[in-house]
T-cell receptor
């Protein structure tokens, strides 16, 4: 119930394409869903986050789509660039606990 | 957002020894967290450290192996004791942000290799 399942494990996209990463959860008490981006040798950095009272949030080329009934959320990277090549982690949290539960990560490679 | 630094950035240690990792934040924060990220894997929370109280450890992590100090609102240390090759990982410090949306900000990590 505490797990967040992430797919795919790795993704290769051509420059200019759309990258889509999916996550699913079971615990309906989760009420905060951030996405983190991690470059090699660096700590994860918050990319974008959403709460379940909205179905979509967009920040620049990055969009989170949230389906509360299906308990799924996804990250869309529009016009993907080689500089987006990194590992992406979805996560979930209950406000009451402060504890982030991370997905397994997706290694994205954007080819020039 | 908070600016977090960690020392050392990397280290190579012999088995049986210990390594203490320092985490410094540029502002006062209530909650600090220590994570482990094994090579190519996701992040696993080791413990939560609040100033003035004992750290709270997650299942599978014990104080004797991972003692933590939190002497003030901007600093914490994690010690990894009695090192074995299985402890080779990246150890990350994070802090809880303030404002909306509350989230966690991560330090750059400490890469530990145990020989």
């Amino acid at each position: 119930q505490q797990q967040v399942k992430q797919s795919p494990q790795s993704l290769i996209v051509q420059k200019g394409g759309i990258s889509i990463i999916n996550c699913a959860y079971e615990n309906t008490a989760f009420d905060y869903f951030p996405w983190y981006q991690q470059f090699p040798g660096k700590g994860p950095a918050l990319l974008i986050a959403i709460r379940p009272d909205v179905s979509e949030k967009k920040e620049g080329r990055f969009t989170i789509s949230f389906n509360k009934s299906a308990k799924q959320f996804s990250l869309h990277i529009m016009d993907s660039q080689p500089g987006d090549s990194a590992t992406y982690f979805c996560a979930a949290r209950m406000d009451s606990s402060y504890k982030l539960i991370f997905g397994s990560g997706t290694r994205l490679l954007v080819r020039p | 957002s908070a600016v977090i630094s960690q020392k050392p950035s990397r280290d190579i240690c012999q088995r049986g020894t210990s390594l203490t990792i320092q985490c410094q934040v540029d502002s006062q924060v209530t909650m600090m967290f220590w994570y482990r990220q094994q090579p190519g894997q996701s992040l696993t929370l080791i413990a939560t450290a609040n100033q003035g109280s004992e750290a709270t450890y997650e299942s599978g992590f014990v104080i004797d192996k991972f003692p933590i100090s939190r002497p003030n609102l901007t600093f914490s240390t994690l010690t990894v004791s009695n090192l074995s090759p299985e402890d080779s990982s990246i150890y990350l410090c994070s802090v809880d942000g303030t404002g909306f949306p509350d989230t966690q900000y991560f330090g750059p990590g400490t890469r530990l290799t145990v020989l």
